[in-house]
């Protein structure tokens, strides 16, 4: 649009010096010319693909607002043409929170928000201090108290009531956090010159990464149990817990290893030559830039890690895809899979499409 | 079954001893530290188990293997019925499981090309939708995305009485696209041999081309030439063999229709939500690739006078897909793995018919280990194979 | 450090669980509270919490009872739902101390599998739903069909047998979740669901429009569905076997929830060593004396919970049939409580 206005300010001036450009090459028109006909190939897609997009948008958006439902009964929506949010709307304390105690509800809300709190600040790379550390521990250690309950007067709640995208954003947090340090003491091992334990890393990160994460569930689930001695068990949560973390691990230590790789020989020699210990050489020289340069593709790691945490319903824990699943196969809501599944695809896609663009910000300011 | 991962701290630790100094010596003290650690939990662990197993009198071992499944697959490549061992429904399910990771990776391939080209469109349009569809199928779990097309096909497509039938021999219901094929006739093994045969000789041709392009410098066009053998061989059999056209065509009878081809909607759906979620990461990769090769590459060969085809193939396609080929492997081995879904949709790949062995037999632990051993199979091979084409390509560098 | 942390945890789990194997289930359970029962989290009538969450049904009345048994207390019992793979592990590794989740007690099962089964609670057929316009009366005219069935389940085995031994072609569709299977069997994906009658009735009960399924008359199976527990431990069999069948004797003598404090005064010697007012029944399996009085009181005899959950008056709406008093003809009986 400026560039249209300063033509007609250069009209305006008539300057003999300031030719105007044709009014075809600038402006809407040259940009439409310039992006969408530039050849005719491209003319006949840009014709195809608007062909499409009239046949394909106009019903969808009858379809999703114009004929929609938003607050019916399940039996007004069997009547109805078009999309059936009412399921969202009338199932959305469960879709959300599963079986958590209705009146208690409040906790979970809360201890996403604080979570959420958490994200932002630790957004801005100035804000990375210790502080931010400690706030990390603490706010855990309040999650941890709102959903489990049992202090100041909060009545305790069973794990096997959290569900819905309180148990989801467990599972990936806590995934995440503990998979962290230990994936980078798998990539230390595997880059150490000792031969026991580096092949012993490396056959655990190639083991890991070469099954299905399914299959570890079903190990935890199935045949976890087993390992323990009698009379010692895991709850559910907790070992499906583990084999993401166990996951997410070796996919860490890849990701961590191409960061020790990036990081010139000199500086090992360096940290070596000035006295320091393999400890203190990895703590202070090494793994401070080794990580810095791996901060995008470990958020990578993050964001499959939160979409791989919806594999749990294939071992019956009610995260939030089952709890949506569940609302579905009730007899009055049957019919509505599509409009559940677009709900919470939305919600997935918001998270994973914030932390990317996060990370492709964060690449940029690191490439600088 | 897994190393303890802790122990590898252990090298993070030497020098918190401070009385030995000898860096070999307290190396090998950590390894068989180490060592004597995993040892010792995968000794408890398995001596739990064991323990486990005998209190409750619990079978194992993999004799089970050889007795009768007597359960039914839904689909299945070989012939197989409830009568047949264990170990045949489980290669069954082995072969399902690679049926639908390679015709997935196939229809991957192109499609994350063809959008990852998009992409780099200069039609606005184009690649802009490119950009849609990338970001919002890398962002929604392929769980999510399996269980919305398996639920869109039986939920909207209608039964077998009203099946759509858009043109002859093709219906689709929420049974699944049933569609005409040849009927079966001894001339397709000939097909297949005259299809074998023209590969042989498209082979001999590549090498005769190059050297004669060696030795005289003249080109010739191989990949027009290779690909009328290709189709031509089988068509020139089928045409001598009397040209059979007979269509084996599907007819309804009873509840299903009889005949024809089968895609189930379990198939299909699972099909269709890997491809689209796997293509959206390989296009990523091809735009990448793509980039990656400066634009002074094709101008200097440009310069060189070579047509813009074979810039293409010589020059641009080599270094591109070295940079190409590493991340798309691992989205490819991605899709395999990924398969394993399959379960939660009811198609009945290796895991959906181990599971189901594991609750006829009870012998989870024999069960998940199959599990794993086959798709670390799947993985080492494609590792193997890979390394080997990347020291080709390496060489192919200098 | 970290490896010395693993060390000394290992340790503490090697003498944790040293403490812990010498106990059998009954101390175990008395000693942490409660009663730990897998159940199915799915099954309309058998195992499934309502709307606030309150867990209901025949399995899960049957769970009450042993915690009644060993307690006096209905309450102190905790419900794991089980998928149909994870139940047999979660007895054997101890997550849950009684099975009472639809599990039909087969040979395999009893032996190979290192489980108990006891007192069946429910006898149970296989049989067929059909939508009625496919218009089949019979089981033998459903050739070609694709049919709905749970994986891993001996319906699953059943169905295979059945079709195989009539000579019929047919196309299972197995989905692992419950409820899945239900939308897929609604939405037409299957021509026929196929499980224990029990379940279908529950299907049908949760069905659209229930009136446009039938059940067909065909039983293709025996499928006594009994609780389950561990191999070996006969003290916790006994409990967890005369539990249930306390309350089919307490139907067999006329005692019920409301009647059972009149019946204390009984001078029926039977009913008075029943409800422990003359002692040793309750000593010998080492429970208060008055273990039945406090199951009939507290989760009712097998007729009154039947009816509850499952009996005409409910949604499923089954006839007692086989599980009618061996009386009224059925099969239910119950040894002398002496």
Same mark, same amino acid.
């Given at each position: 649009?400026?560039?249209?206005?300063?033509?007609?300010?250069?009209?305006?001036?008539?300057?003999?010096?300031?030719?105007?450009?044709?009014?075809?090459?600038?402006?809407?028109?040259?940009?439409?010319?310039?992006?969408?006909?530039?050849?005719?190939?491209?003319?006949?897609?840009?014709?195809?693909?608007?062909?499409?997009?009239?046949?394909?948008?106009?019903?969808?958006?009858?379809?999703?607002?114009?004929?929609?439902?938003?607050?019916?009964?399940?039996?007004?929506?069997?009547?109805?043409?078009?999309?059936?949010?009412?399921?969202?709307?009338?199932?959305?304390?469960?879709?959300?929170?599963?079986?958590?105690?209705?009146?208690?509800?409040?906790?979970?809300?809360?201890?996403?928000?604080?979570?959420?709190?958490?994200?932002?600040?630790?957004?801005?790379?100035?804000?990375?201090?210790?502080?931010?550390?400690?706030?990390?521990?603490?706010?855990?250690?309040?999650?941890?108290?709102?959903?489990?309950?049992?202090?100041?007067?909060?009545?305790?709640?069973?794990?096997?009531?959290?569900?819905?995208?309180?148990?989801?954003?467990?599972?990936?947090?806590?995934?995440?956090?503990?998979? $962290?340090?230990?994936?980078?003491?798998?990539?230390?091992?595997?880059?150490?010159?000792?031969?026991?334990?580096?092949?012993?890393?490396?056959? $655990?990160?190639?083991?890991?990464?070469?099954?299905?994460?399914?299959?570890?569930?079903?190990?935890?689930?199935?045949?976890?149990?087993?390992?323990?001695?009698?009379?010692?068990?895991?709850?559910?949560?907790?070992?499906?817990?583990?084999?993401?973390?166990?996951?997410?691990?070796?996919?860490?230590?890849?990701?961590?290893?191409?960061?020790?790789?990036?990081?010139?020989?000199?500086?090992?020699?360096?940290?070596?030559?000035?006295?320091?210990? $393999?400890?203190?050489?990895?703590?202070?020289?090494?793994?401070?830039?080794?990580?810095?340069?791996?901060?995008?593709?470990?958020?990578?790691?993050?964001?499959?890690?939160?979409?791989?945490?919806?594999?749990?319903?294939?071992?019956?824990?009610?995260?939030?895809?089952?709890?949506?699943?569940?609302?579905?196969?009730?007899?009055?809501?049957?019919?509505?899979?599509?409009?559940?599944?677009?709900?919470?695809?939305?919600?997935?896609?918001?998270?994973? $499409?914030?932390?990317?663009?996060?990370?492709?910000?964060?690449?940029?300011?690191?490439?600088? | 079954?897994?190393?303890?991962?802790?122990?590898?701290?252990?090298?993070?630790?030497?020098?918190?001893?401070?009385?030995?100094?000898?860096?070999?010596?307290?190396?090998?003290?950590?390894?068989?530290?180490?060592?004597?650690?995993?040892? #010792?939990?995968?000794?408890?662990?398995?001596?739990?188990?064991?323990?486990? &197993?005998?209190?409750?009198?619990?079978?194992?071992?993999?004799?089970?293997?050889?007795?009768?499944?007597?359960?039914?697959?839904?689909?299945?490549?070989?012939?197989?019925?409830?009568?047949?061992?264990?170990?045949?429904?489980?290669?069954?399910?082995?072969?399902?499981?690679?049926?639908?990771?390679?015709?997935?990776?196939?229809?991957?391939?192109?499609?994350?090309?063809?959008?990852?080209?998009?992409?780099?469109?200069?039609?606005?349009?184009?690649?802009?939708?490119?950009?849609?569809?990338?970001?919002?199928?890398?962002? #929604?779990?392929?769980?999510?995305?399996?269980?919305?097309?398996?639920?869109?096909?039986?939920?909207? &497509?209608?039964?077998?009485?009203?099946?759509?039938?858009?043109?002859?021999?093709?219906?689709?219901?929420?049974?699944?696209?049933?569609?005409?094929?040849?009927?079966?006739?001894?001339?397709?093994?000939?097909?297949?041999?005259?299809?074998?045969?023209?590969?042989?000789?498209?082979?001999?041709?590549?090498?005769?081309?190059?050297?004669?392009?060696?030795?005289?410098?003249?080109?010739?066009?191989?990949?027009?030439?290779?690909?009328?053998?290709?189709?031509?061989?089988?068509?020139?059999?089928?045409?001598?063999?009397?040209?059979?056209?007979?269509?084996?065509?599907?007819?309804?009878?009873?509840?299903?229709?009889?005949?024809?081809?089968?895609?189930?909607?379990?198939?299909?759906?699972?099909?269709?939500?890997?491809?689209?979620?796997?293509?959206?990461?390989?296009?990523?990769?091809?735009?990448?690739?793509?980039?990656?090769?400066?634009?002074?590459?094709?101008?200097?060969?440009?310069?060189?006078?070579?047509?813009?085809?074979?810039?293409?193939?010589?020059?641009?396609?080599?270094?591109?897909?070295?940079?190409?080929?590493?991340?798309?492997?691992?989205?490819?081995?991605?899709?395999?793995?990924?398969?394993?879904?399959?379960?939660?949709?009811?198609?009945?790949?290796?895991?959906? #018919?181990?599971?189901?062995?594991?609750?006829?037999?009870?012998?989870?632990?024999?069960?998940?280990?199959?599990?794993?051993?086959?798709?670390?199979?799947?993985?080492?091979?494609?590792?193997?194979?890979?390394?080997?084409?990347?020291?080709?390509?390496?060489?192919?560098?200098? | 450090?970290?490896?010395?942390?693993?060390?000394?945890?290992?340790?503490?789990?090697?003498?944790?669980?040293?403490?812990?194997?010498?106990?059998?289930?009954?101390?175990?359970?008395?000693?942490?509270?409660?009663?730990?029962?897998?159940?199915?989290?799915?099954?309309?009538?058998?195992?499934?919490?309502?709307?606030?969450?309150?867990?209901?049904?025949?399995?899960?009345?049957?769970?009450?009872?042993?915690?009644?048994?060993?307690?006096?207390?209905?309450?102190?019992?905790?419900?794991?739902?089980?998928?149909?793979?994870?139940?047999?592990?979660?007895?054997?590794?101890?997550?849950?101390?009684?099975?009472?989740?639809?599990?039909?007690?087969?040979?395999?099962?009893?032996?190979?599998?290192?489980?108990?089964?006891?007192?069946?609670?429910?006898?149970?057929?296989?049989?067929?739903?059909?939508?009625?316009?496919?218009?089949?009366?019979?089981?033998?005219?459903?050739?070609?069909? =694709?049919?709905?069935?749970?994986?891993?389940?001996?319906?699953?085995?059943?169905?295979?047998?059945?079709?195989?031994?009539?000579?019929?072609?047919?196309?299972?569709?197995?989905?692992?979740?419950?409820?899945?299977?239900?939308?897929?069997?609604?939405?037409?994906?299957?021509?026929?669901?196929? =499980?224990?009658?029990?379940?279908?009735?529950?299907?049908?009960?949760?069905?659209?429009?229930?009136?446009?399924?039938?059940?067909?008359?065909?039983?293709?199976?025996?499928?006594?569905?009994?609780?389950?527990?561990?191999?070996?431990?006969?003290?916790?069999?006994?409990?967890?076997?005369?539990?249930?069948?306390?309350?089919?004797?307490?139907?067999?003598?006329?005692?019920? =929830?409301?009647?059972?404090?009149?019946?204390?005064?009984?001078?029926?010697?039977?009913?008075?060593?029943?409800?422990?007012? =003359?002692?040793?029944?309750?000593?010998?399996?080492?429970?208060?004396?008055?273990?039945?009085?406090?199951?009939?009181?507290?989760?009712?005899?097998?007729?009154?919970?039947?009816?509850?959950?499952?009996?005409?008056?409910?949604?499923?709406?089954?006839?007692?049939?086989?599980?009618?008093?061996?009386?009224?003809?059925?099969?239910?009986?119950?040894?002398?409580?002496?």
């Amino acid at each position: 649009m400026s560039e249209v206005l300063s033509n007609n300010n250069n009209s305006i001036h008539d300057d003999a010096d300031n030719v105007k450009p044709p009014i075809a090459s600038v402006g809407i028109i040259g940009w439409i010319r310039h992006n969408l006909f530039n050849g005719p190939i491209n003319s006949i897609i840009t014709l195809a693909i608007l062909y499409i997009l009239w046949k394909v948008v106009p019903p969808f958006v009858n379809w999703a607002f114009i004929e929609s439902m938003w607050t019916s009964s399940g039996a007004e929506c069997q009547q109805a043409d078009g999309a059936c949010w009412s399921v969202i709307y009338a199932n959305f304390r469960f879709i959300i929170f599963g079986f958590f105690p209705h009146d208690q509800q409040w906790r979970p809300l809360v201890a996403m928000i604080l979570l959420v709190t958490l994200l932002l600040c630790s957004q801005n790379r100035n804000n990375w201090k210790k502080s931010l550390a400690y706030a990390w521990i603490i706010g855990l250690v309040i999650m941890g108290l709102l959903m489990k309950g049992g202090v100041l007067g909060l009545p305790p709640i069973e794990s096997s009531q959290w569900s819905g995208l309180p148990l989801t954003m467990l599972l990936s947090v806590f995934g995440m956090v503990a998979a $962290y340090p230990l994936g980078i003491v798998l990539a230390l091992g595997r880059r150490s010159t000792m031969p026991a334990i580096k092949s012993l890393c490396v056959i $655990y990160i190639e083991l890991i990464r070469g099954v299905p994460l399914i299959s570890l569930l079903f190990m935890s689930s199935v045949m976890f149990p087993l390992f323990l001695p009698e009379g010692l068990t895991i709850n559910k949560i907790l070992r499906a817990q583990i084999a993401i973390i166990l996951f997410t691990a070796a996919y860490v230590a890849e990701v961590v290893r191409g960061g020790l790789q990036a990081i010139p020989k000199g500086q090992y020699e360096a940290a070596e030559a000035i006295g320091l210990n $393999y400890y203190m050489k990895m703590r202070l020289i090494i793994l401070p830039q080794a990580l810095k340069v791996v901060i995008p593709p470990t958020v990578g790691v993050l964001i499959s890690a939160f979409k791989d945490t919806s594999l749990v319903v294939i071992i019956a824990l009610y995260d939030l895809l089952k709890t949506t699943q569940s609302t579905i196969s009730n007899p009055k809501w049957m019919g509505f899979s599509a409009e559940a599944y677009i709900f919470i695809a939305l919600i997935y896609f918001v998270c994973c $499409y914030a932390m990317s663009s996060y990370s492709r910000r964060l690449e940029r300011e690191l490439d600088k | 079954m897994q190393p303890e991962p802790i122990d590898s701290s252990i090298s993070i630790k030497p020098e918190s001893i401070p009385f030995w100094n000898d860096p070999d010596k307290r190396a090998i003290f950590f390894q068989v530290t180490a060592l004597i650690v995993v040892a #010792v939990i995968g000794y408890y662990l398995f001596s739990n188990t064991q323990a486990n &197993l005998e209190r409750q009198s619990i079978a194992t071992g993999f004799g089970f293997m050889q007795k009768e499944a007597s359960f039914e697959i839904g689909e299945s490549m070989i012939s197989y019925s409830a009568a047949d061992t264990y170990a045949k429904a489980l290669f069954v399910g082995v072969l399902n499981s690679l049926k639908v990771a390679f015709i997935g990776i196939v229809l991957t391939v192109i499609l994350g090309t063809f959008i990852g080209i998009a992409r780099l469109s200069s039609n606005w349009l184009m690649s802009k939708l490119a950009a849609i569809y990338i970001e919002v199928f890398q962002d #929604v779990p392929v769980l999510l995305q399996l269980f919305f097309w398996y639920a869109i096909f039986y939920e909207t &497509l209608p039964s077998p009485r009203q099946a759509i039938h858009p043109m002859d021999g093709v219906f689709l219901t929420n049974r699944g696209l049933v569609f005409a094929v040849p009927e079966s006739h001894p001339i397709h093994k000939y097909m297949l041999i005259a299809f074998i045969i023209g590969c042989t000789g498209v082979f001999f041709l590549k090498q005769w081309a190059r050297k004669r392009q060696d030795e005289t410098g003249r080109s010739f066009p191989v990949i027009r030439v290779s690909a009328l053998i290709l189709l031509g061989m089988p068509c020139l059999a089928w045409l001598a063999g009397g040209a059979p056209s007979a269509m084996n065509t599907p007819v309804l009878s009873g509840f299903n229709f009889v005949g024809g081809a089968n895609i189930s909607p379990e198939f299909g759906a699972l099909l269709l939500g890997l491809v689209l979620y796997t293509a959206a990461f390989v296009a990523e990769i091809v735009r990448a690739g793509i980039q990656s090769v400066s634009h002074g590459q094709s101008e200097a060969a440009m310069s060189l006078g070579l047509k813009p085809g074979m810039i293409l193939h010589l020059v641009i396609l080599p270094q591109a897909l070295r940079v190409i080929i590493p991340p798309l492997t691992s989205q490819l081995l991605n899709l395999t793995k990924n398969s394993s879904l399959a379960i939660a949709i009811g198609y009945p790949d290796f895991v959906s #018919v181990a599971n189901t062995t594991i609750n006829q037999t009870g012998q989870a632990i024999e069960g998940v280990c199959l599990i794993m051993v086959v798709y670390l199979f799947f993985s080492l091979s494609t590792s193997v194979f890979m390394n080997w084409y990347n020291k080709k390509m390496a060489l192919v560098e200098r | 450090m970290k490896s010395l942390k693993v060390l000394v945890a290992a340790a503490m789990v090697l003498m944790f669980a040293a403490s812990l194997c010498m106990a059998g289930t009954l101390e175990d359970v008395k000693a942490k509270g409660f009663v730990t029962v897998g159940v199915n989290g799915n099954l309309f009538g058998f195992g499934m919490p309502d709307e606030k969450g309150v867990w209901k049904g025949l399995d899960v009345d049957t769970g009450r009872a042993i915690a009644t048994a060993v307690f006096g207390d209905a309450s102190k019992v905790k419900f794991i739902p089980l998928t149909a793979v994870q139940r047999f592990t979660a007895l054997q590794s101890k997550e849950i101390d009684v099975l009472c989740r639809n599990a039909t007690q087969t040979l395999n099962r009893d032996t190979a599998l290192g489980l108990d089964f006891v007192q069946v609670n429910y006898y149970d057929g296989q049989g067929f739903l059909i939508p009625k316009k496919l218009g089949v009366n019979n089981a033998k005219e459903l050739n070609g069909a =694709s049919v709905c069935v749970l994986p891993g389940t001996t319906t699953e085995l059943n169905a295979a047998d059945y079709f195989r031994a009539n000579n019929l072609t047919w196309k299972p569709v197995v989905i692992e979740n419950t409820a899945e299977l239900q939308k897929a069997f609604f939405a037409g994906r299957c021509d026929c669901m196929t =499980s224990d009658i029990s379940q279908l009735a529950g299907t049908r009960a949760v069905a659209p429009n229930p009136a446009d399924y039938i059940i067909l008359s065909e039983v293709i199976s025996k499928e006594p569905l009994a609780p389950a527990v561990r191999h070996g431990d006969n003290q916790w069999k006994d409990v967890v076997h005369y539990a249930v069948l306390a309350m089919i004797n307490a139907e067999e003598l006329g005692i019920d =929830s409301k009647n059972v404090d009149e019946m204390l005064k009984d001078k029926n010697p039977k009913v008075q060593r029943f409800l422990g007012v =003359s002692p040793g029944n309750g000593k010998a399996l080492g429970l208060d004396e008055n273990f039945a009085y406090n199951i009939i009181k507290q989760v009712g005899n097998y007729g009154e919970v039947f009816e509850r959950n499952v009996g005409l008056n409910t949604s499923l709406a089954l006839k007692r049939g086989l599980n009618a008093l061996w009386t009224n003809g059925g099969l239910m009986y119950s040894p002398p409580f002496k």
